[in-house]
């Protein structure tokens, strides 16, 4: 049985709440698993949520928060075993270009702001989820995700500069970037500056060359993994004591300073109406862009494992997800990629490794946070700097020059008015770009002309194949669904080649890749009979699909017809040319 | 030689200048044929030209203005022999939708912002032009323009309403109609509304009945056809008459008064910025409408006569059509249905035609417009109703409702909402909700499975057709290009397909209604590809396009493709089933 079928099969509450299938079956074994990937995934987490909440605008411990009760709500109610929801950093740097719009990074409203967007993002989540509508997102090509994700990249990995140096810059748009860090280099905190440098450094080697070195050292594999992951850790703990140790804050470096030690508080999102039409749209963004992201991930570790996931309930798992968060004194989140792929690799088997780490860091948000009042910012701008530009993919550009311009087109695009203009207007851009693309291609269709291939019943463009014509009788295959937006085109250029071959007595319309006849072709279709019959020849169509037959049998075309509709192009041209078979 | 193939062979200045090549051959048969078609154009223009003014807000002499030079300029540029040029119905109305917004009706600064608007949709018609980018008005389905024009109908009709009663109403939309003539019911004139609703009825009688009742009464067929052209004349007159022999002006029966007796007066467009950004989106909404609704005229004249336009040199025509009313006291104008039928009906051969019409009314500009004063401006509206309701067409709702749920979608939103929120509005949404319904079906293709039809070598659904399988091989045919909007959902249905037959061994992707596949689709290739090998299954590709494949072979995915790629799906089906010939 297909996993859509077994989801069709399964009674309704258990569609709604998979934990209760995989719940039933849960064991020793899946629990040991699922406790060490949770350990792993925890200690990766730390730095990672108080690093996003700071790009979001927020203060540090909202990042833990946003890791607890949404990682547990998704738990109940996605369909992907392995998925590590919470704080990611696009979505992150999204939620401070929107919640900067309508308040003061630092103050209470911006706090307030940033639950009514999760709360949102949330609710819209949920709705698409109930409508079954996830295929909105497929109108997120992938040139225009890979073009976001890259420019994206480059805008969050500059905005770290700021904390990096110690300074303030704007990081909206690269002008705006690169202006602020022009007129604030002045301002740079030498001492601050050095540990992100060094911070940097060692998070590159982490990444790149640490495993190796281990391995080098006569390390088991296993145990070489699980130090590399525990890098940024140990890039916090050395900065944190260094800065203690020094009294480094003396000389002006910024740490994350007094944390609550609290469980994630309970909080209300205002829904107030001024608020809720300015941060709509980006709520609707912010959604689609992480829905897209976090299926893509689930999608690809549960093909790992032969798994599927269903992306409508997935819907409802990051709705559920980002309501969590708005309720807990979070922010908008959504399936990460790395967590996600740190906590498959460490072998979570079931969701029940997110729970556990949710407990993890929970424990974490109690008892940890005193340790991290000098913890310097400087080190977590260089943990999102080294995780973000891990993100920037200019190859997609040069792939998609080679195979196609208009795939190209689109990812500049993407990338050039994200870089510009904003996030926003960039993803927009991009989707705008990516639909009028294929609008004026298909607007535009190839058109052969086709005969015979030699000891076939196979028909091929004459400008490709040796293929057998017959002089009176003329077959064009228009490539592409008869619409409106190319009925002009296709009417002027099938009268014109009839007014090059004047000895053509019978013209079929070969409609092997025609899929669709609007009103407006259907129109045109029948001037053209109408005006060939007054020419003496006739029109007629081969190859016509049922769907497509379904629709001309309702309408009047069939019996104006002057000529036949044939099942195949080959009993077509036999017919035409009272060839034998 | 065809049409385009002659248009490129043509020296460019004659393909610039028509009027070279159909000049040469001018001979004196053509010139009285042309006198005749200007004399029955001129009756019927002098009524309409006035109507169609006032329609726009305009003082009724503007209407004679923007009949007389654009008319000369189109028959020099353009390309129908046929095509009348003037102030059209929609047109007009369009107008004042859009200077209503930047100023009074009846103030100079109002003509000036008409002659801009002018100006501006010239400017966008000749550079649309010289790019030959004509296409693009392909994005106005027929539903579209047919909705579009029904609504306007219904709001012209509705707003002729208050001359016809002499009282003011507001027209824009369809709400603020209902509610101007319920409030101004009270203070309608008696003997003007007695003046227009004697006048519709007549007019209506004259459109429905009057050539039969001449033709009955003994007078030949041309004669018959001459005299009820001048209906609308005669109204004209008999009212008029009333007026000034009954003195019914001083009942309060509003007539068009004084008209200066001159040529066409030498005006300047102003190009101010703050204006022209007012006006820019209005002049290229008025002109798109206006060129399809010229370029549809004009090729159902041409294709009477077996002669062709070229759409790209008519935006050229149409452009200096309009350049001339900007510089000559008019406003927005372009090729009308009626007048144009008209012209043809009464034996046009030529553009020369359209030059005598022109001298026709600077005549009537020069001597007939004090016999104009005590026309009431009832008769005008009665006219205009008698005219637009004519367009209205409710049959094409109920055709397209069974022929496509999409295209009556398209007509529906398209009057819905230009009654609801204007003019500008209406057909931008409704070239939207074309877009997005052809996007949506696109991304929800159908896909059959396919087999042999016995004793043939074609291919063809099994649900549909009587075919032969094989346990092993599946085939199936995607009918649609594979693009981004699709490719999730073509992913998912083929997998649950596979995991419904676990016997399978070679599926094969039956491409030929695949006219595209970009990168996105490309992608999800290579991973089905790499999965059904995982699963020790072949992908196969058959049938695929020639463009199709130049591009797949500019990729890897042919290296990596773990089956064959087949030249016709027979070929495919014969290798894979080990079936002999």
């Not at 130090?227 to 910024?254: Q, Y």
Request: charged share 15%; aromatic share 6%.
């Amino acid at each position: 049985m297909t996993t859509a079928a077994r989801i069709a099969a399964r009674p309704a509450l258990s569609r709604l709440l998979p934990v209760l299938e995989w719940g039933r079956g849960y064991g020793r074994a899946t629990l040991s698993a699922d406790l060490l990937a949770a350990l792993i995934v925890t200690i990766m987490l730390i730095p990672q949520s108080l690093a996003y909440a700071l790009l979001a605008g927020l203060p540090p411990e909202a990042g833990l928060y946003a890791s607890i009760l949404p990682i547990i709500a998704y738990a109940l109610f996605g369909t992907s075993r392995m998925l590590a929801v919470g704080p990611v950093a696009v979505v992150s740097m999204m939620t401070a270009a929107a919640i900067g719009n309508v308040a003061q990074s630092g103050t209470a409203d911006y706090a307030a702001a940033a639950l009514t967007l999760a709360a949102l993002s949330g609710l819209f989540l949920l709705v698409m989820g109930l409508l079954r509508a996830g295929f909105l997102a497929n109108f997120l090509s992938h040139p225009v995700i890979a073009g976001f994700i890259t420019a994206s990249a480059i805008l969050i990995a500059g905005g770290q500069l700021g904390p990096l140096m110690g300074i303030k810059v704007q990081s909206e748009t690269l002008p705006a970037l690169l202006q602020s860090l022009w007129a604030g280099l002045d301002g740079a905190n030498p001492v601050t500056l050095a540990i992100g440098v060094l911070a940097v450094a060692f998070l590159t080697w982490v990444r790149k060359a640490m495993k190796p070195w281990l391995r080098g050292l006569g390390l088991g594999p296993r145990l070489a993994d699980m130090l590399t992951k525990a890098g940024p850790v140990l890039a916090v703990a050395v900065s944190t004591l260094a800065v203690w140790a020094l009294g480094l804050e003396a000389r002006g470096v910024a740490t994350v300073g007094a944390i609550p030690q609290s469980l994630p508080p309970l909080t209300w999102p205002s829904l107030d109406l001024t608020l809720v039409r300015q941060l709509a749209l980006p709520a609707v963004l912010i959604s689609l862009i992480g829905f897209v992201e976090s299926v893509s991930v689930a999608q690809t570790l549960a093909a790992r494992k032969r798994q599927r996931i269903d992306p409508d309930q997935e819907l409802i798992g990051l709705g559920a997800a980002n309501l969590a968060a708005a309720f807990t004194g979070g922010f908008p989140v959504t399936g990460g990629f790395a967590r996600s792929v740190v906590n498959a690799d460490a072998g979570a088997e079931t969701p029940a490794a997110g729970a556990f780490t949710a407990i993890g860091l929970a424990l974490a948000a109690l008892f940890l946070t005193p340790a991290l009042v000098h913890l310097p910012k400087a080190t977590l701008a260089a943990t999102i700097i080294v995780a973000v530009l891990g993100l920037v993919d200019l190859s997609a550009l040069r792939r998609s020059w080679r195979y196609s311009r208009a795939d190209f087109l689109a990812i500049a695009a993407t990338i050039v008015m994200t870089l510009a203009l904003g996030v926003e207007q960039g993803v927009m851009t991009g989707v705008l770009v990516s639909m009028v693309l294929h609008l004026w291609r298909s607007s535009r269709p190839h058109v052969a002309e086709v005969g015979l291939v030699a000891g076939t019943e196979h028909f091929r463009n004459l400008n490709r194949h040796d293929v057998q014509l017959h002089p009176h009788v003329l077959t064009l295959r228009p490539d592409e669904s008869l619409y409106f937006a190319n009925t002009r085109y296709l009417e002027t250029l099938i009268l014109d080649r009839l007014a090059q071959r004047p000895d053509v007595r019978d013209v079929v319309l070969m409609c092997s890749a025609v899929n669709e006849i609007d009103i407006t072709a259907l129109e045109a279709l029948e001037a053209l009979n109408a005006q060939l019959a007054a020419e003496g020849r006739r029109l007629h169509l081969s190859e016509v699909k049922g769907p497509v037959m379904d629709r001309l049998q309702r309408s009047d075309f069939l019996r104006h017809l002057s000529g036949r509709v044939f099942l195949s192009q080959y009993q077509a041209f036999r017919a035409l040319t009272g060839m034998t078979a």
